[in-house]
């Protein structure tokens, strides 16, 4: 009960301040809408030059597959990676550690007020992306259905996953690097770049293996109707099986971080 | 004369700072070639399924992508750090510093900090273009050669002048930093010809953030595709952009209230 407390409290003081800031939420929105965007469009203008359909995608699927992504990619998004280097580097974090709850509580309910105001936008657009782009999206009732336990899990993961990483901030003030390691292989493993059937079969292999893909695509796939029932609940088990391994990370990262910078400042 | 000494010097004083970290320079270097990786494979994969993207070959779009990289590392060597710099300095107050100075203020901003690990993007971007021209097999006579320095210089200067009046902005504006967000999130969709953009996206990249020109106009310069009233407009607004910020410096700088108050 404690809990509900603490992230209703939460949730009040981090809404006041995304509204506070929305400007910069409204450039977040952008950066998050211009990737799938520019890749919407080179894709479009490959399957135009091929006769209008790509590797089973047809421009209007194209336009389906990023402007859903768009949308997913969204709902699992979090800036920690960058927020973290900060906190340590000013030390901030120690106000956060004298609380008697875990950090992270307070970082899920500033993610999810951020996207109660960012949402509506995000929408907005991709309704405006589809009077433009004219996608052809065929919604199956079983696959919208379980689109939102997908997303949830996905936003589950992709939060333990970066949440995880940010701790690399206890050891390195350099974490760019890091970061950008993560980012490309988000772009070409989780769908950002093109759906995954379009990459050769090695790296669609490396991409079922590895968290990325459940993080964004797999969701995105779902509500296109691109996945049988028996790869729905393969999926369903990648994540399970990922969120359960990067809590086991998430834990000893996060002890191990907390004894370095203990160190630090003491 | 006196421009291109104090060039001189705040570049020798940011040689002398960054040898101190030599950590970064193989940072950079990882970044940079991890940047160019990702570049490549991007455009490995489309051109997997096609031989032609708005009307450019696999190779050619590869010479852009060098231009891109190159502007890129222009961008980041001088003109992002130092706006940073100056944006932070509106912030805090100590831009009364560089006021005191006895020199041209805006110029002193524009070069006040030099990230020489980022010249490193300038070579590989130049490496990338000339590998992709070798492919080509294309004779780059020296007209061509002249019109993408020219297109060089003009793309340069527009970036330039953009990033100084959004950060001149920072005098009305306190939270301006985002805005510099933009611009990055914006500069990727220069990676691709923006011949492939919708019209309204191609008038934003070309007239709002000026992307068109920066990356796809000098690429076109050397792939012998660039005609004369796109030459004459880089080079028209590059002089009226130059411009501008005077202006806007000029007015903004009256708003400037100082540290002390």
């Known amino acids: 009960m404690a809990l509900a407390q603490l992230y209703q409290a939460q949730f009040r003081t981090s809404l006041a301040t995304m509204i506070q800031y929305r400007a910069s939420l409204v450039i977040w929105l952008l950066g998050q809408v211009l990737e799938p965007l520019i890749y919407l469009i080179v894709w479009s203008n490959v399957s135009v030059a091929a006769g209008g359909s790509v590797g089973g995608y047809t421009t209007g699927d194209f336009a389906a597959y990023f402007i859903v992504l768009m949308v997913v990619n969204h709902l699992t998004y979090t800036w920690i990676m960058w927020e973290y280097e900060y906190r340590v580097r000013e030390g901030t974090l120690s106000a956060a550690l004298l609380r008697p709850v875990h950090p992270i509580h307070a970082d899920v309910a500033d993610n999810l007020s951020s996207k109660v105001v960012s949402t509506p936008g995000i929408l907005l657009t991709a309704l405006v992306l589809s009077l433009i782009f004219q996608p052809t999206l065929h919604l199956v009732p079983w696959t919208a259905v379980v689109f939102i336990p997908a997303v949830a899990l996905a936003f589950v993961l992709r939060f333990l996953v970066e949440w995880s990483l940010a701790q690399a901030a206890f050891w390195t003030t350099r974490v760019t690097s890091l970061n950008q390691l993560f980012f490309v292989a988000m772009l070409f493993l989780s769908g950002q770049m093109a759906p995954l059937t379009l990459f050769p079969p090695a790296i669609q292999t490396v991409a079922a293996l590895l968290p990325f893909r459940w993080m964004i695509s797999f969701p995105v796939e779902l509500l296109l109707g691109n996945l049988t029932p028996q790869q729905t609940i393969t999926g369903f088990a990648a994540q399970a099986v990922w969120i359960v391994l990067s809590l086991v990370l998430l834990r000893i990262v996060w002890r191990a971080g907390v004894r370095v910078y203990s160190a630090v400042s003491g | ?261």
């Open chain 2, 1 to 261: 004369m006196t421009t291109l000494r104090l060039v001189w010097t705040f570049f020798r004083i940011g040689v002398m700072g960054e040898a101190q970290y030599r950590v970064n320079f193989a940072i950079q270097v990882f970044q940079s070639l991890l940047g160019l990786v990702t570049a490549l494979a991007g455009l490995a994969v489309v051109f997997s399924y096609t031989d032609s993207l708005g009307g450019w070959g696999p190779n050619e779009v590869a010479a852009l992508v060098g231009v891109y990289i190159l502007v890129g590392g222009i961008i980041g060597v001088v003109i992002q750090p130092s706006m940073e710099e100056f944006i932070e300095s509106v912030r805090e107050g100590t831009l009364d510093f560089t006021l005191t100075k006895p020199e041209e203020a805006q110029l002193l901003v524009s070069i006040q900090d030099v990230d020489i690990w980022e010249g490193l993007n300038i070579l590989l971007g130049l490496g990338v273009l000339g590998v992709a021209l070798e492919r080509l097999g294309e004779n780059v006579g020296w007209a061509q050669a002249v019109a993408f320095g020219v297109m060089l210089l003009a793309g340069a200067a527009i970036v330039y002048a953009f990033w100084l009046i959004l950060a001149t902005l920072s005098f009305w504006f306190l939270r301006i930093e985002n805005i510099l967000v933009i611009f990055q999130s914006v500069y990727e969709a220069g990676r691709w010809p923006v011949t492939i953009y919708p019209g309204w996206l191609r008038f934003g990249l070309t007239l709002i953030v000026p992307v068109a020109f920066a990356v796809t106009v000098p690429a076109e310069a050397l792939t012998g595709r660039l005609d004369w009233p796109t030459a004459l407009a880089a080079i028209g607004l590059a002089a009226l952009l130059l411009v501008v910020p005077r202006v806007v410096w000029r007015v903004g700088l009256r708003r400037y209230s100082g540290a002390s108050a």
